[in-house]
């Protein structure tokens, strides 16, 4: 078998067979075909695509280059939810203790934020004390005692996935259905779950930039599911204006924090407890209303409060030393008048260029820098009164007219967009 025949086909829009995607990825693993090579064999991917049956023998093979990790031990309902990336999206910090509260484990491995958005693994390295590195035994442990463990990415799950990804990040060859598809699919699947709930963002703010990609999407990953019997159920939301108030590392724990205080942004609010309802209805097979009205029933209680503080704990964190290290310059509005819309997208390279965020997964971040919103879409807003603060280590230029160009304030109030566009099963 011969790497450059296998592109060739694949240029020539031909189908490929298991053992040709095997031996092309298996190939690059173990560095028997080179960057060049494998980069050809991707972008015959991005432009010619794969049919169903092709992305689901590509999750497979990257499924089976890595470890793969049985929950069975459990005996409880199991469920991961995974979210796509958004500007401000702090939902795991919320959605999983609520869950957990339920009797439902929810294990999460997260990743660490490239580019404009950041990754979960961050917001919670700047808690204190905070253990991302659980071994396999303390990790089920804490599933077993706690309910909820969010822990960084295991080097040995999907190894396949994580240096072709590398290489596509390079080559700029991320925006495609197939690859992106068996991408997240190969690293849900192997982490154990049998129901998987996924948040797919769609709008300025997110990779998935129109409703139609992002329907394709959703349905090809629920699609991937059924060749595993997994239950995958993807929601559509919309990642036009931020999620929430806060975006930034520290901040974003803050808000979180301020959540289960019963003081959160509407929108928030919203798809929190809408992921959350679905993650238990799909769990516990009772009716999203019932979901709803418990998830609505814990977080008044207070027993999502206390869920959210016993994992935090458990994992070695003190959520009482979170610091903002930052000075504060604060930004006023210039005119009068109704906020009809935010820039995610300015205020997601606002936030990378203060350096939370990083290009390389090495990079070193503030996890103190961000912005933080006082006011947000539809409602009033009059000249001279304060739309946000920006916390700040190191001065970007024109940082305050790209808060204050991030808003668009109108005289006449225009209806909102649903945060949840749509679910697919």
């Known amino acids: 078998m011969k790497a450059v025949e296998?592109?060739?086909?694949?240029?020539?829009?031909?189908?490929?067979?298991?053992?040709?995607?095997?031996?092309m990825v298996n190939s690059y693993v173990k560095n028997k075909i080179n960057d060049k090579t494998m980069s050809d064999f991707i972008w015959a991917i991005y432009y010619n695509g794969l049919n169903l049956t092709e992305t689901y023998y590509l999750t497979d093979v990257m499924i089976k280059s890595g470890d793969i990790i049985d929950l069975s031990s459990l005996n409880k309902p199991v469920v991961d939810k995974h979210s796509t990336g958004g500007v401000g999206d702090k939902i795991t910090l919320i959605v999983s203790p609520i869950v957990a509260s339920t009797g439902v484990c929810v294990p999460k491995m997260s990743g660490r934020g490239l580019g404009l958005t950041g990754g979960t693994v961050d917001k919670l390295e700047s808690i204190p004390g905070y253990k991302l590195n659980l071994s396999k035994k303390a990790f089920i442990d804490q599933l077993k005692n706690v309910g909820c463990a969010v822990i960084s990415q295991s080097e040995k799950i999907a190894v396949a996935d994580k240096k072709?990804?590398?290489?596509?990040?390079?080559?700029?060859?991320v925006d495609s259905i197939p690859l992106i598809a068996s991408s997240i699919m190969s690293k849900k699947i192997a982490s154990g779950s049998d129901v998987i709930v996924i948040d797919l963002k769609v709008g300025k703010g997110a990779f998935m930039k129109n409703i139609k990609d992002a329907t394709k999407l959703a349905k090809?990953?629920?699609?991937?599911?059924?060749?595993?019997?997994?239950?995958?159920?993807?929601?559509?939301?919309?990642?036009?204006i931020?999620?929430?108030?806060?975006?930034?590392?520290?901040?974003?724990?803050?808000?979180?924090?301020?959540?289960?205080?019963?003081?959160?942004?509407?929108?928030l609010y919203e798809l929190s407890v809408y992921i959350s309802s679905l993650m238990i209805s799909s769990a516990k097979n009772i009716s999203m209303a019932r979901a709803k009205k418990l998830v609505i029933n814990l977080l008044e209680s207070g027993h999502a409060k206390n869920k959210f503080y016993e994992w935090i704990r458990s994992q070695g964190g003190d959520i009482t030393k979170l610091k903002i290290d930052a000075k504060k310059y604060i930004v006023v509005s210039d005119k009068t008048g109704?906020?009809?819309?935010?820039?995610?997208?300015?205020?997601?390279?606002?936030?990378?260029?203060?350096?939370?965020?990083?290009?390389?997964?090495t990079d070193k971040i503030d996890y103190s820098v961000g912005v933080s919103l006082t006011k947000t879409v539809g409602q009033r807003v009059t000249k001279g009164e304060i739309l946000g603060v920006i916390y700040y280590n190191k001065k970007v230029e024109n940082m305050d007219k790209i808060l204050l160009d991030s808003f668009i304030i109108d005289r006449k109030k225009k209806r909102n967009k649903k945060i949840i566009i749509k679910t697919i099963k």
């Open 338 to 361: 109704y906020i009809n819309g935010i820039d995610s997208q300015k205020l997601s390279q606002l936030v990378f260029d203060l350096g939370a965020n990083r290009v390389k997964k």
């Open 6 to 23: 296998i592109i060739e086909k694949k240029q020539n829009k031909e189908l490929l067979s298991y053992s040709e995607i095997e031996y």
């Open 164 to 173: 072709i990804y590398a290489l596509r990040n390079e080559i700029g060859a």
């Open 220 to 240: 090809t990953m629920v699609k991937i599911g059924e060749f595993y019997n997994k239950k995958v159920i993807c929601t559509l939301s919309d990642m036009n």
């Open 242 to 267: 931020p999620l929430g108030l806060n975006i930034g590392n520290a901040l974003e724990v803050k808000e979180a924090i301020n959540f289960f205080k019963n003081v959160h942004d509407k929108r």
